[in-house]
């Protein structure tokens, strides 16, 4: 079964670093999500990605936050400078319509920030 | 605006006990779409069911089965003789038509004891 795929599973970083996150989407995907879960907390939307270019974003997707589709693979998402408070697991997910109908969460990448 | 409430924090049951995960939400739009998601200890998340707006039949699913009312806004998910496999966090979640993001609710913590 095809599946959205991230890494790293877990990367520790000290505060202030640039940190990129990537994911690779399911191939026939068209739309591709970044969604963040602070530890115990629920899963929050950060950005959504269609036709190379951010169709909305979060409150929380300021302007330390980017994403990029650098190739026919791969959807990254950067983090500029980290921040105590961007210690978080963060999902990647990927779906083949606008509606939101089935999005595939890949096994998310946890971030430690210290 | 669009808002998931799911009441219950934490739910403890024994083996075998039915149990029930309430969900209400809250949306301005006549069209959404209702989801419920399985968060393992893993820290995946796994994409469970869909449902839209005019489509308030019940489904079953083996052992899991959905109640959506639309009076009462609500998507009640129900495990029928729970295992302990069944132990995770369950979210429930929201979106509307077009490319909206998922809006979730907090989760409800399920502890299945032997």
């Known amino acids: 079964e095809p599946e959205v795929t991230q890494t790293p599973s877990h990367q520790v970083t000290q505060m202030g670093q640039e940190v990129i996150l990537r994911c690779v989407p399911i191939?026939?995907?068209?739309?591709f999500y970044w969604y963040r879960q602070i530890l115990g907390q629920k899963v929050e939307f950060l950005v959504s990605?269609?036709?190379?270019?951010?169709?909305?974003k979060s409150e929380i997707f300021d302007d330390q936050f980017s994403v990029e589709r650098p190739d026919g693979s791969n959807f990254t998402l950067k983090i500029r400078s980290t921040k105590l408070e961007d210690s978080a697991m963060y999902f990647c997910?990927?779906?083949?319509?606008?509606?939101?109908?089935?999005?595939?969460f890949g096994e998310g990448s946890r971030l430690t920030v210290l | 605006a669009q808002k998931v409430t799911q009441a219950q924090t934490e739910i403890s049951v024994v083996e075998k006990e039915d149990v029930t995960l309430d969900c209400v939400y809250e949306?301005?739009?006549?069209?959404?779409?209702l989801f419920w998601y399985k968060q393992p200890p893993s820290g995946e998340l796994v994409f469970l069911i869909r449902?839209?707006?005019?489509?308030?039949q019940n489904e079953i699913s083996g052992r899991y089965s959905w109640n959506f009312q639309k009076s009462t806004s609500s998507f009640n998910f129900t495990i029928t003789a729970s295992q302990v496999v069944d132990s995770a966090v369950y979210f429930c979640?929201?979106?509307?038509?077009?490319?909206?993001?998922?809006?979730f609710g907090k989760g409800t913590r399920l502890s299945v004891i032997a």
């Open positions: 997910a990927s779906s083949v319509g606008a509606n939101t109908g089935e999005l595939f």
């Open positions: 191939s026939n995907h068209l739309y």
């Open positions: 990605f269609y036709n190379n270019e951010i169709s909305e």
């Open positions: 949306t301005r739009d006549t069209t959404y779409y």
């Open positions: 449902r839209n707006s005019f489509d308030e």
């Open positions: 979640a929201l979106s509307e038509p077009g490319n909206t993001p998922l809006v």
